[in-house]
């Protein structure tokens, strides 16, 4: 084990500081946030890669529900008999893909691998306030995909009651086979993911609370961090909801209580239960399910708020603004759960409640993007892949976060609810703009997480086939919905109104192939120049945060000398007056004096005087010269 | 930064090697000809640069990525009728599978090796202009800025075009009250939308383009600028309590119907199960009997209690049939487990909860004979789906919706036959011996 911790004293970090690393406790147990940080962005991209794979096959039988496809026999033997997904494994498909991606890829693989990098290198931090509970957080992730995965090995098949496992069908295994040992699986492998958030969550709090640098107060902290940091205590304050939804649950498929269930006559066959109710569940779902969405999105908001500052060259427009809006959507993602349950049978008048909230929340929603368009205007932008991924998921967010106003609105939401609008709607602005995030991300910190550049031509190329792929997947599924073609549908032929989208549908999924194979140039990019990429400089992107002022190469505790001081916030850059278009945070403004403002200094009248002083000493000069 | 580097090749064949074998393993046991076939092929891939571009203009269909370089795919290639020998076909699958699927492979592979050359002649381009003296780094993010235009061109027309085809293939006229006011809000919601989505993206797109770095130039210093914000937090503000407050009475309006014209409409009762809907008309009392799902048995499918005498003239209907213009109340709820009531037509949408009731009422406005004359389709239907995931066979769970004339109406629900039949009628009397007679006349009438 090793015997690293954030108190360990810096002077042991030299440049071989791993001498007592086994291999084990290197790679595979390993404390280290930064391995720690790789090990859930692996595991993030195997299960995206895996959901993904799932999507296409049941896109295959949404486009083409009438012919058959013989090599899936040979993958998948009798749920896809003589070549055709059938309806049940169908239903799989869908709720492990929505199950995957949103909890695996989008929840742990995001903010598991940006908040175990980010926070104790853009705090200044030697490591997470507790390594040992970082190290039990993945490793219960890891169980629980590995749980997950198992699904698709048990007889009756993986859990088929959609992402959300509405109960009755969820508890009652007589209602759809997945609810057999596939739901049993499911709900053990997501108690795993909860605890591993919540261990998570625990110590990115912490860790942001007690372990920042000198000088790094709250407001001095990149967006990155805060939005890492009000997701992790939303991700707190939720989850612990879902367990308890998730314990009753098993409960009553196991134990025979009640909880949920009352009045089934499910096959013919009249069960026991009695006074229990399918609505509280939906309550405890969404009570965690909203804030989710908001887990999901909010790290890629700040990991897009920094990379557009620092591609654009400019500071990030309005950062108070943005902080605040991120507070507010924190607060308020906890009160407008009701949105999901409009015509679910809930009391008319709390939906009228609700849906007050739910466009309250698009308020902050809509400062922040208008925020990002200030940051570009007027900017020096480079493109580099992670600029282009941070403006692409600023587009998903608006396109998708419009749709929300639909839904939003209970009255629209009756003849929206559960239809391919929704799909379309919560792809556009949970998916693709926190894949987008995700993957800005991914190429930004690149060079920190593995000392390499990834190839960026190939970066061009991933981008631009993803976002043209994400937009004609899902934007024509807005229209379906609109016509009432409900989500969750195994074939569109069984009504005459939904043969007009067959054709619709055949293009998705070839759009949705071509993305897909798209993102074989990522997948090869990401590996491939993990060794053998250009090797990466300090500071590639002239970041000013102060994970840029470590060393290209990996050592514990993060600085070797002493830990850096902070002097002013993340986001000087292009400051007139200034030689260089960036000021990292670690220099101070007794170095910086021909560029410094009078808001720099917040008030202290002594650093104040001797700015005076100094610009009454050089100015003139500097105009004359400029004569 | 070389493509053609001795690790990446070996790594790059030993690769596609395993790729190859793997794939192979026993789809060219019976096909040797074609296997031969493909090798032909791809040698000639191999061979010349420009047999390579060739084939892949074919290619070009599909799309896909990857930096192979070209010697090292076409040795990949290579090495696939070594795998040829190996392995028996799996029984009962058409080798011919593998085949295709091992083409579709094949194709990639092919797409892939155009990507690695597209790759190659960039950077000897690249080089080419640096020797020449010219910028060899802004180009590539002009280009980028470019295509931002040319995504914002076509994205903006892609949004017309599906606005002007898959929308009119979308809106249908709504067929009840509640229905033409939930439209209009929600034209105007996408007015309002399509505004800002056009607008934002033009911002987004056109500051990409615009702003793109360019040498000697340093961006604006503009960290805020309080009105700004304040206009832009206020602005939507605005837009959003309009939007809700038109939305909060709409939705009062449909949920918060007064007693006295709850009691005036129709009652129809929809029970859902997996995967049909059983229709329940009140009868002549206008009451819907009450149910028990303990009472269920194979006669008595729903459970209906009938020591509820009002259930005794409830009415099972074949399908959804309702008057034109008349107030109808549904109360719906399911046997088994969760499943929607929703009528696209109508805009009414209500999930059927299991040990709860729950109710829409509406009055629908445009019979089915108008409606098929309006969409010039003389098989033109309403219907009832279930939008509610509920198992195997949730997509198609469906029940026919008929708006019909009051007389029409009237006939049809005479024709419908009665739940408490002549069986269920002797299984009750056996529990329910002392009979108001009253209640028998009643019963008499009724049949
Ligand atoms: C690879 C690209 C993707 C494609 C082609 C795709 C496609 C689809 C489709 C068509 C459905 C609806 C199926 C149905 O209702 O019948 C679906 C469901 C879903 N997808 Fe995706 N999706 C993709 C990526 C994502 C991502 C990135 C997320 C992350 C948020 C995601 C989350 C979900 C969820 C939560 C559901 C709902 C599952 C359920 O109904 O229980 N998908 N996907
Ligand atoms: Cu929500
Ligand atoms: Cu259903």
């Given at each position: ?8 004293p ?8 791993h ?7 290197k790679?595979v ?7 720690i940080?790789?090990q859930?962005?692996i595991t ?11 999507s296409?096959l049941?896109r ?5 529900p009438?012919k058959?496809f ?21 239903l799989?498909?869908?709720?492990i ?10 929840t742990a ?7 175990n ?7 200044g ?5 507790s390594p040992?509970?970082?190290?039990l ?8 995909c590995?749980?997950m995965?198992?699904s698709f ?9 959609g992402?959300?496992?509405?109960p009755p069908?969820?508890?009652?295994p007589?209602?759809?086979s997945g609810?057999?040992m596939g739901?049993?699986l ?5 108690t ?5 958030q919540?261990l998570g969550?625990i110590?990115y709090?912490?860790?942001v609370?007690?372990?920042?640098a000198k000088g790094m107060?709250?407001?001095k902290?990149p967006l990155t961090?805060?939005?890492?940091f009000?997701?992790a205590i939303?991700?707190?304050l939720?989850f612990?909801?879902l367990?308890?939804?998730v ?6 498929r ?10 089934l006559?499910?096959?013919g ?9 399918p609505?509280l569940?939906?309550?405890l779902f969404?009570?965690?399910?909203h804030?989710e969405?908001?887990?999901v999105l909010?790290?890629a908001?700040g990991?897009t708020?920094?990379v ?7 500071p ?10 991120l ?7 906890f009160?407008?759960?009701?949105h999901?349950?409009f015509?679910?049978g ?13 466009l ?8 922040k993007s208008?925020?990002?368009l200030a940051?570009l205007?007027?900017?020096n932008i ?10 692409g ?15 939003g609105?209970?009255?629209l939401?009756?003849a ?6 929704v ?13 987008f995030g995700?993957l800005?991300?991914?190429y930004?910190?690149?060079p920190?997480l593995?000392g390499?550049m ?15 792929g ?16 409900p ?9 005459p109104?939904m043969e ?6 055949v293009f998705?999924?070839?759009?949705a192939i071509i993305?897909a194979?798209g ?5 090869w ?7 053998f990429?250009?090797?990466?400089t ?5 970041s000013n ?6 060393g290209?190469?990996?050592?514990h505790?993060?600085w070797?000398?002493?830990?850096p001081?902070?002097?002013r916030w993340?986001?000087d ?5 200034h ?11 007794s170095?910086?004096?021909s ?14 005087r001797i700015q005076r ?7 003139p000069?500097a ?5 | ?13 030993i690769?596609?090697?395993?790729v190859?074998i ?5 789809m060219?046991a019976?096909?040797?000809d074609?296997a031969a076939?493909?090798?032909d092929?791809?040698?000639t891939v ?5 047999a390579v571009t060739?084939?892949m203009?074919?290619a070009a269909a599909?799309t ?6 070209t010697?090292?795919?076409?040795g990949s290639?290579g090495a696939?009728p070594?795998?040829?020998s ?6 009962g699958?058409?080798?011919?599978v593998?085949t295709?699927?091992f083409y579709?492979?094949l194709?990639?592979?092919l797409?892939c090796i ?6 190659k002649?960039?950077q ?9 003296g010219?910028?060899s780094?802004h ?6 800025a470019g295509l931002?235009i040319v995504?914002?061109v076509t994205g ?7 606005y002007?085809h898959?929308?009119?293939?979308s809106?249908?006229e ?6 033409v006011?939930?439209d ?19 911002a987004?797109?056109?500051?990409a ?7 000697n130039?340093?961006?604006?210093f503009y960290?805020?600028n309080?009105t ?9 503000a605005?837009v ?15 949920t918060?119907?007064?007693e006295e014209?709850q009691?005036n ?8 199960e997996?995967?049909?809907w059983t229709v329940r ?8 009997g009450?149910?028990n799902?303990?009472l ?7 459970g209906?209690d009938?020591n509820?005498k009002?259930s005794?003239?409830?009415q ?6 309702i008057p ?15 499943h ?17 009731k ?7 406005t ?5 409606m098929r004359d309006?969409?010039d389709?003389?098989?033109?239907n309403?219907?009832m789906l279930?939008?509610k995931?509920c ?5 198609n769970?469906q029940?026919?919706v008929?708006v019909?004339t009051?007389e029409?109406y009237k ?5 419908q ?10 299984e ?8 108001d007679?009253?209640?028998a006349?009643?019963l008499a009438?009724t049949?």
């Amino acid at each position: 084990m090793s015997s690293i911790t954030s108190a360990h004293p810096a002077d042991h970090h030299g440049e071989h500081g791993h001498h007592h690393e086994s291999f084990l406790s290197k790679y595979v147990f390993s404390q280290d946030h930064k391995m720690i940080a790789k090990q859930f962005l692996i595991t993030g991209i195997v299960m995206a890669v895996f959901a993904m794979f799932l999507s296409i096959l049941f896109r295959l039988q949404l486009a083409w529900p009438d012919k058959e496809f013989p090599i899936l026999e040979v993958f998948l033997g009798k749920w896809a008999e003589g070549g055709r997904i059938s309806p049940d494994f169908f239903l799989a498909l869908v709720t492990i893909h929505g199950t995957i991606m949103v909890f695996f890829v989008l929840t742990a693989g995001l903010s598991g691998t940006f908040a175990n990098l980010l926070i104790p290198y853009q705090l200044g931090a030697r490591d997470m306030a507790s390594p040992f509970m970082n190290m039990l957080s993945y490793w219960f992730f890891f169980t629980a995909c590995i749980v997950m995965i198992s699904s698709f090995f048990v007889e009756s098949g993986p859990a088929s009651a959609g992402w959300t496992v509405y109960p009755p069908l969820s508890a009652v295994p007589t209602a759809i086979s997945g609810s057999a040992m596939g739901m049993t699986l499911w709900l053990i492998s997501m108690t795993l993911f909860i605890a591993s958030q919540v261990l998570g969550g625990i110590n990115y709090i912490s860790t942001v609370l007690n372990m920042r640098a000198k000088g790094m107060d709250l407001w001095k902290m990149p967006l990155t961090i805060w939005a890492l940091f009000l997701t992790a205590i939303v991700g707190l304050l939720s989850f612990p909801v879902l367990v308890s939804a998730v314990v009753l649950l098993i409960f009553d498929r196991s134990f025979g209580t009640s909880f949920y269930l009352s009045d089934l006559v499910v096959q013919g066959q009249i069960l026991p239960n009695e006074g229990g109710s399918p609505i509280l569940f939906q309550h405890l779902f969404w009570f965690l399910g909203h804030p989710e969405v908001y887990i999901v999105l909010m790290p890629a908001l700040g990991l897009t708020s920094e990379v557009i500052s620092t591609n654009s060259r400019k500071p990030i427009f309005g950062y108070h603004a943005m902080v605040y809006s991120l507070i507010g959507i924190t607060i308020l993602s906890f009160i407008v759960w009701g949105h999901h349950m409009f015509v679910t049978g809930m009391n008319p008048f709390l939906g009228g409640v609700f849906m007050i909230t739910t466009l309250i929340i698009a308020v902050p929603s809509a400062v922040k993007s208008f925020n990002y368009l200030a940051t570009l205007w007027r900017g020096n932008i480079r493109f580099t892949p992670a600029m282009l991924f941070a403006i692409g998921m600023v587009s998903f967010f608006i396109s998708g976060g419009l749709t929300g106003l639909y839904l939003g609105n209970s009255a629209l939401d009756i003849a929206l609810h559960d239809t391919y609008f929704v799909v379309a709607h919560f792809h556009l602005v949970m998916g693709s703009a926190s894949i987008f995030g995700m993957l800005c991300g991914v190429y930004h910190w690149f060079p920190k997480l593995f000392g390499r550049m990834m190839n960026e031509k190939l970066g061009y190329l991933h981008f631009w086939l993803t976002f043209a792929g994400a937009y004609l997947v899902f934007f024509p599924m807005h229209f379906m919905g609109i016509d009432g073609v409900p989500r969750r549908y195994y074939a569109f032929t069984e009504f005459p109104f939904m043969e007009k989208w067959i054709s619709v549908n055949v293009f998705i999924t070839w759009a949705a192939i071509i993305a897909a194979l798209g993102q074989v140039a990522f997948l090869w990019n990401f590996f491939s120049s993990i060794r053998f990429g250009k090797r990466a400089t300090q500071n590639p992107w002239g970041s000013n945060t102060l994970e840029w002022t470590t060393g290209v190469k990996h050592i514990h505790g993060n600085w070797p000398g002493e830990l850096p001081t902070v002097y002013r916030w993340p986001y000087d850059y292009s400051k007139p007056g200034h030689h260089e278009d960036f000021i990292p945070q670690t220099v101070p403004f007794s170095e910086t004096m021909s560029s410094n403002l009078p808001h720099d200094f917040e008030g202290n009248v002594e650093a104040e005087r001797i700015q005076r002083e100094w610009e009454l000493a050089n100015r003139p000069q500097a105009e004359k010269e400029a004569e | 930064m070389s493509f053609i580097d001795n690790i990446k090749f070996k790594t790059v064949f030993i690769l596609a090697f395993m790729v190859s074998i793997g794939l192979s393993g026993s789809m060219f046991a019976q096909e040797a000809d074609s296997a031969a076939q493909a090798v032909d092929t791809t040698a000639t891939v191999g061979d010349t640069d420009t047999a390579v571009t060739a084939d892949m203009d074919t290619a070009a269909a599909a799309t896909g990525t990857d930096t192979t370089d070209t010697a090292a795919s076409a040795g990949s290639v290579g090495a696939t009728p070594t795998a040829t020998s190996d392995a028996a076909g799996k029984p009962g699958i058409n080798p011919q599978v593998y085949t295709n699927f091992f083409y579709y492979v094949l194709l990639f592979f092919l797409l892939c090796i155009l990507v690695a050359v597209i790759g190659k002649i960039l950077q000897v381009y690249e080089l080419t202009r640096k020797m020449n003296g010219k910028d060899s780094t802004h180009y590539l993010n002009n280009i980028q800025a470019g295509l931002f235009i040319v995504a914002l061109v076509t994205g903006l027309y892609g949004v017309y075009w599906s606005y002007v085809h898959h929308g009119a293939q979308s809106m249908r006229e709504a067929a009840t009250q509640h229905g033409v006011n939930l439209d209009i809000m929600f034209m105007v919601t996408t007015v309002i939308c399509t505004i800002v989505l056009v607008l934002t993206h033009i911002a987004l797109f056109g500051f990409a383009f615009r702003y793109r770095a360019r040498e000697n130039r340093k961006a604006y210093f503009y960290p805020h600028n309080n009105t700004i914000e304040k206009v832009w937090t206020i602005v939507p503000a605005i837009v959003l309590t309009i939007l809700v407050l038109f939305g909060f009475f709409n939705w009062r309006a449909i949920t918060n119907i007064p007693e006295e014209e709850q009691k005036n409409a129709i009652q129809i009762e929809v029970i859902g199960e997996q995967f049909m809907w059983t229709v329940r008309y009140a009868g002549r009392d206008g009451a819907i009997g009450e149910r028990n799902y303990k009472l269920t048995t194979p006669l008595n499918g729903l459970g209906i209690d009938f020591n509820d005498k009002k259930s005794w003239d409830d009415q099972m209907g074949s399908e959804i049939v309702i008057p034109v213009n008349k107030p109808v109340r549904f109360q719906i709820t399911s046997k088994d487990i969760l499943h929607s009531f929703y009528i696209p037509d109508f805009r009414v949408q209500i999930n059927a909860v299991p040990g709860m009731k729950t109710y829409f009422q509406f009055t629908p406005t445009i019979t089915t004979e108008e409606m098929r004359d309006k969409l010039d389709d003389y098989s033109y239907n309403y219907v009832m789906l279930c939008a509610k995931i509920c198992g195997a066979n949730h997509f198609n769970m469906q029940k026919l919706v008929r708006v019909v004339t009051e007389e029409e109406y009237k006939e049809w629900l005479n024709e419908q036959p009665y739940f408490f039949t002549e069986d269920l009628r002797k299984e009750f009397q056996v529990t329910q011996v002392n009979e108001d007679t009253a209640d028998a006349k009643l019963l008499a009438a009724t049949n």
